[in-house]
Each structure stands twice: as C-alpha cells, then as structure tokens.
C-alpha cells in the first residue's frame, strides 16, 4: 500500500532531479514545502516559472543576467584589460565574494571532456579568443578547478591563447586538486588569485 499521495510523490520525484539531491532530502524538501503556507508554494511556483524568461546570457561574458551587457561588463570601473575565465556562473559569484578581482569575466559554460562529448565547439571558447583579438584584453586568468577536465580546459586555453600578445595566468596555491572552485571559501580564493602565476 502506497502511504505517499500521488501529488507529493510526483514533488519529489521533481525534486530528486536537482543535482545533489537523493530521496531522502528531495522527501524532506517536499514536506517542508507541504506544511508551509499555501502562498509560499504559489510565490516558489510563480519565481520558477518566471525564471527562465526573467534571466539571460550577457552578449559579452555570458554570465547570467537580467540585462545585456551585465552589470560586470557594463561597471566602467572594472578593468576591461584583465578577464578571469572560469567554468560555470557559480564560479564567478565565488570570485566576486572575494572582492579580489577587479577585472571582467568570460563564463565558458562546461569544461572539456571528450568522453562526454563536449570539445572546444561545445564551450565559449572561440568566443573567449574573439574577445581577447578584439577588445584590447592584456591579461587572461584561467580559474578553472583543479580536476582532470579543469586541468585540461586549462592546458587547451593556454595554448590557443599563445599567439594572441596576451600575458596568460593561472590560479597558483590556495586550490586543492580535485576540488571546485565555487565550494572554496572567500580567503582560499582571495590567495589563489592574488599568488596567481604564469599558466
């Protein structure tokens, strides 16, 4: 006999979609949602649907955004000269909790990994090499992570940057290997930018 209605049932199976998330916290999540007030769940409902339609990509960096250019891209006091390159959006609120890098962004969206089937044309990497030829860029940092397919998006960048007159810097000491660069705190990402070194 199924003691789960069917509603709360489907609300967790929604659930147990969102990455790190197993039955048991999907089951938990649901419930809480269930006993809270009605128009709490009708305020989440109406916040998701909305969201696609309320966010999008920045022209520039592709950061995620309510407006083009974002508000990074369009702070005139950013250093248009220096361009921090990291793998997700997640990434880059890390950095900017940090309060250490004062230059732009450019988001590639994934990491090379052959054997998913995401190359260089599956990433904003022809994209990142346009903007360094064209908008007077002096300085690249790579803040990709320190695993496999970070070390790998690292290694292509750096040397499809080599002809493009561009000092090319990669995050330095601070990052552990195999860890992600948005769960480091705000210190360990202060140090890895400010030791940063020649990729």
Not at 87 to 111: Q, R, S
Not at 115 to 130: H, Q, S, T, V, Y
Not at 148 to 171: D, I
């Amino acid at each position: 006999m199924n003691v789960v209605p069917p509603a709360l049932e489907k609300l967790i199976a929604d659930l147990k979609r969102l990455p790190g998330v197993g039955q048991k916290s999907a089951t938990r999540l649901a419930l809480h949602l269930l006993r809270r007030p009605a128009d709490e769940a009708r305020c989440l409902a109406r916040d998701l649907a909305g969201l696609h339609d309320a966010i999008k990509l920045c022209s520039n960096c592709f950061a995620f955004s309510e407006h083009d250019p974002c508000n990074i891209c369009g702070d005139s006091r950013r250093d248009p000269a220096m361009v921090c390159v990291v793998e997700e959006p997640g990434d880059l609120m890390a950095i900017e909790k940090t309060d250490a890098f004062k230059g732009k962004y450019h988001i590639l969206h994934g990491v090379l990994s052959p054997m998913d089937g995401i190359g260089p044309g599956e990433i904003k990497i022809d994209a990142l090499i346009e903007r360094v030829r064209t908008q007077k860029v002096q300085e690249v940092l790579i803040a990709t992570s320190s695993t496999v397919p970070g070390e790998a998006t690292a290694a292509y960048l750096s040397n499809r940057l080599q002809g493009c007159g561009v000092k090319v810097t990669r995050l330095a000491c601070g990052i552990p290997m195999g860890m992600d660069i948005k769960y480091a705190d705000e210190l360990t990402l202060s140090r890895a930018i400010e030791a940063r070194k020649k990729a």
